[in-house]
Structure formats: structure tokens, C-alpha cells
């Protein structure tokens, strides 16, 4: 067990704040002061480099005896400078970052947590899956100052019920409704994204909400080899896109160059880093005709 | 551990077997022995009964000191019967029962090696799995003296790629085509089966392949309580079924009454014992005009 007390007991207080809504007063301060501990507890750590087949990119892992941390991205990590501006992570401040500081301070600080529970607990995917949900749902809920919901009703022709759904934003009545699933990576599972995207298009309407998918990273680790590739299924996305729904941003903390290109081509599915929100949040979140 | 060397080899060599498609010559034989030998390593445990919050059901678990099994319907269960017709587990066996008897016999078989597994080693979820896809695609494949595929080719304008499916049949250009996802339990993650419908229906035509879900149970066991229910959406299929796609049916070892009635009111999914479909495989191979 590497986690201190504090980053314990951090944890524990931000979930329960989060409970509250993602506006809630002095969220904003106990993500702060998680990143900040889980900062403070690995960013000493020696770094362990990783062989890398992502081309252009390396990663190393932090170790604690025999217990590794997942892949972490050596460009885009940097505990001392995100501690130095761990005040900065607001839309504001990050809006004002050039974006290459915005992508090692959004990169850092979401890996940080994720990677202090790596340490902890061997096999732990729950919690860094639930902090890494506050952390993007909550600069979300603040860039559109907008309280999310999880819930939707459903009434069509009598048959009355309420629809679980991730984070949906009504930014109101001449914006754009946002449609925000977060998850620490893919995999196959990602279909469920578009799937739900289709059931909100179906129930009300088409472009009624539009669907931005958050991730952290696509990295996969063998340990045998001590390597790390990114796991990447581009083809099956676009016949997503084209079959089941249209997804409106897809943004990545560490973004793979295989999905980013896929902006290039029918159907224009388009990835960027996760930084570039911050500078079109408003153009999101305004309702457009199509050209 | 529980299971005896001869459950685990006869797992190791139907795997391999089944490596070579679901005809492969000795498959049949292969999956008897492996129900066979769990029957046996099972069948004289003492049962505890568990409290059932599932009306019309009684569940027990069978244990090995403090490792349990998952929970068993024990109207279906019948080691003695199912040793005593092993036999009778073929696609002709099976349509010459009455649908008591194919009832407790489908199921018994299908749960034997899931609690020996459950017995053998603790949280294996992935070998009962394979062995449940292994069971069914077998019985299925053999009603339809079809082999099935795992990909399909995609050539679209200029688009060409192979979409990974769960087990798909084509039984001729006069038949229907078969879309056969597997699962022991489906949780939230089933709208992927709906999501997977959804892009056949799209890149091979609405109603060109038929999509039919097996199951074997939706019980959820509360472990400090010792009772059992079962988890069930139903109002989630109704919308997945009006605006994903469309399921042709979907079988249970262990059907939940809840998802039964959804074949009562619109939009009519037709949920069913799996021992129906050997009465029925015939009529879902045929291709058939809307009335």
C-alpha cells in the first residue's frame, strides 16, 4: 500500500461531494487537493521507460516493488509544473494556457489520481474510473455552468419511463444539449457510446443532443516485454458513425493518431485532445443549422 | 480446487476442438464428457437453499467450504436426468422431448460445467463463458447444419474493411441469415447486442440477418443475505428493441418472468426457453413476407 492517508481520505471526500451535483460548492477544491496529494505521492517515483510501438510517442511506468502504474505518456507528464498550476484548472484558466501547457496540465492531473491507485491497489479500476468521470464532468458542468443529469424521462404514447443515461447537459432553450460519456479507455465496449447516442437521437430526435465522448488514453501494456502499443479499432468506429449514430467530438488526454485522422475522411469523425474544448465550448454549445 | 483433472483436461480439449468451428467431428462428444465429468464433480453436493425474491422460483447454491457456486434454479436442475440423457443432447433428441424434460435438461447441462468452474476457481468468469458459447453455437449450428463465421466483409464505396460479429449463419439464399449473440448474464452491457443488430440491419439490409440472444440466467445473488433475485430492464429492451433494432428472439436457460411478458405489449420481444427453439429452428430459418 503506497496511497497515503490523505490521498485515502481525499478520495473518499470528493466522491461524496460529487454526490451533491458537479457544481457543488468546493468541488473544485477537493479535485485540486487530490491531484495535488496523488501528485506529491508520485511524482518522485523513478521512472521506468517503456518500449514503445506508438509511434512518436514514449511512455515509462512508476514502480512500488513489483506493483507498476499503467502507461504513462513522458511528453505529456509533468508533476512539477501541473502542482505549480493545479490553481489554473478551471475553463478559465485553462482557456488562457497555450495549448500545449493545457494538454501536459489536463494529461498530468487526470493521470495523477489514476496513477496513485495503480500504486495502492493492485487490479483497482473502479476508483480511478470515478475520479477520472468527476475530473472531466465536472470542467464540463463549469465551461457550460450547467448541472448534468443522469436521468431522462420518457413518455411516447403512454409508455412512461425514465431513461439512465451518462452525463446529459440542457444548456437551454437556443443551445445545443450535450450528450458527455467518459471512460478511462475503449476497448469494445465503445459501441455502447454510440448505441445510447442512437437511443437519445430516437427517443428525442436527431442532433437533439450532441454526443462528446471523453477518454483518458488507448495504451496497452505487456508486461512480458515491458512495451505499450495503443489498442485501436478505427474501421469499427466509422462503421459506427455511419450505421448507429453520429458522435459529435471525441477528445483524448493522450490522443491516438489513428483516431485523430480519422477527421480526415467520410464520415469525419472528429478526435482531438481533450485541450481543445476549452477553446470551442461555446461553438458546441451553439445550435447550427447544417452548412 | 474442487474440479478433477479430467474436468479441467475434457475444458481444455473442447476448446481446442472447438478451435476448428462448431462441426467439428468429436465436438458433440467433447462437450458431453466435459457435462458429463462436471455432473459428476457436482451432482452429490449437498444444496443450501437461498432465500428467492424471484416469485414461482426456488435457487440454492451447492458449496466447497467457503467457494459457492452461482445460484441454481432448482425447479430445472437435475444432475441424475441430464447424466441419465446426455445423449439426447442433439438438435433430434432434443425436438422429441417433451419441453419439460428439454427444459431441465438444457439447463442442467448448461449450468454443470459454469458450477464447476464456480467451484474450482474463484471468479473465473471467462471459462464458463466460453464453455456456454461453445454449448449453444454447437446446438445451434448443428439445427441449422450450418457452420457460422466471426467476421463479415464490408466493401463500400470504396470502404473495404472485416466487421468482427459474435456468430453469424448463412443458411442459402433462400433462408434467413442468423445473428447469434451468447451470453451467461447481460447486465447493461446488452444494448451492445442491440448496437451490433443495429450495423448488420445497416450494412447488409434491415431483416437480413435475424438476431437471436441466448442466455442462460439474470439471477443476482446478495451473498450476506444468501438470497437471490433477478436483475431485469425490461423497460430499457422496449426502448433498445423501438430504436436501436430489432431482436428476433431472445432465449433463456432460465427465462425471467419479466422479460417473458415483454412478448405481450409493443413492441412484442419475443423472450423464450431456449428448448423452444427446437421447435421453432425451422421457422426462424424460413424467410417469410411481413403479414
Redesign the interface.
Known amino acids: 500500500m503506497l496511497r497515503g492517508m490523505s490521498v485515502a481520505s481525499s478520495y473518499a471526500s470528493l466522491t461524496r461531494l460529487a454526490k451533491g451535483g458537479l457544481l457543488t460548492p468546493h468541488l473544485s477544491s477537493g479535485l485540486r487537493d487530490l491531484i495535488g496529494e496523488s501528485l506529491s505521492v508520485i511524482g518522485g517515483r523513478p521512472r521506468e521507460a517503456l518500449t514503445s510501438n506508438v509511434p512518436g510517442k514514449s511512455y515509462c511506468v512508476l514502480r512500488h516493488g513489483a506493483v507498476m502504474t499503467r502507461p504513462i505518456n513522458t511528453g505529456l507528464f509533468d508533476p512539477a509544473f501541473a502542482a505549480s498550476r493545479l490553481h489554473d484548472l478551471t475553463p478559465m484558466g485553462l482557456a488562457a494556457m497555450q495549448e500545449a501547457d493545457r494538454k501536459r496540465l489536463l494529461y498530468t492531473a487526470a493521470m495523477s489520481y489514476c496513477a496513485a491507485a495503480d500504486l495502492a491497489t493492485r487490479g483497482d479500476q473502479k476508483t480511478p474510473g470515478t475520479f477520472f468521470e468527476i475530473f472531466v464532468g465536472h470542467l464540463v458542468a463549469s465551461a457550460f455552468n450547467c448541472e448534468p443529469r443522469q436521468r431522462l424521462p420518457?413518455d411516447?404514447l403512454g409508455?412512461k419511463?425514465?431513461?439512465?443515461t451518462d452525463y446529459v447537459f440542457d444548456l437551454g432553450d437556443d443551445k445545443s444539449k450535450i450528450h458527455l460519456p467518459i471512460k478511462t479507455s475503449t476497448r469494445e465496449?465503445v459501441?455502447?457510446v454510440?448505441?445510447?447516442q442512437?437511443?437519445l437521437?430516437?427517443?428525442y430526435g436527431i442532433n437533439r443532443f450532441r454526443g462528446v465522448l471523453t477518454c483518458l488514453a488507448e495504451t496497452n501494456m505487456q508486461r512480458k516485454t515491458m512495451s505499450v502499443g495503443e489498442t485501436c479499432l478505427p474501421?469499427?468506429w466509422?462503421?459506427?458513425q455511419?450505421?448507429?449514430a453520429q458522435m459529435h467530438r471525441i477528445y483524448y488526454m493522450d490522443t491516438p493518431d489513428r483516431y485523430a485522422r480519422l477527421g480526415d475522411r467520410?464520415p469525419y469523425i472528429q478526435v482531438k485532445p481533450f485541450a481543445s474544448f476549452f477553446a470551442e465550448a461555446e461553438r458546441i454549445a451553439t445550435v447550427a443549422p447544417a452548412e
Open positions: 420518457v411516447i409508455f419511463t425514465e431513461l439512465p465496449r459501441i455502447q454510440w448505441a445510447h442512437r437511443v437521437d430516437g427517443v474501421d469499427q466509422v462503421i459506427y455511419m450505421y448507429i467520410y
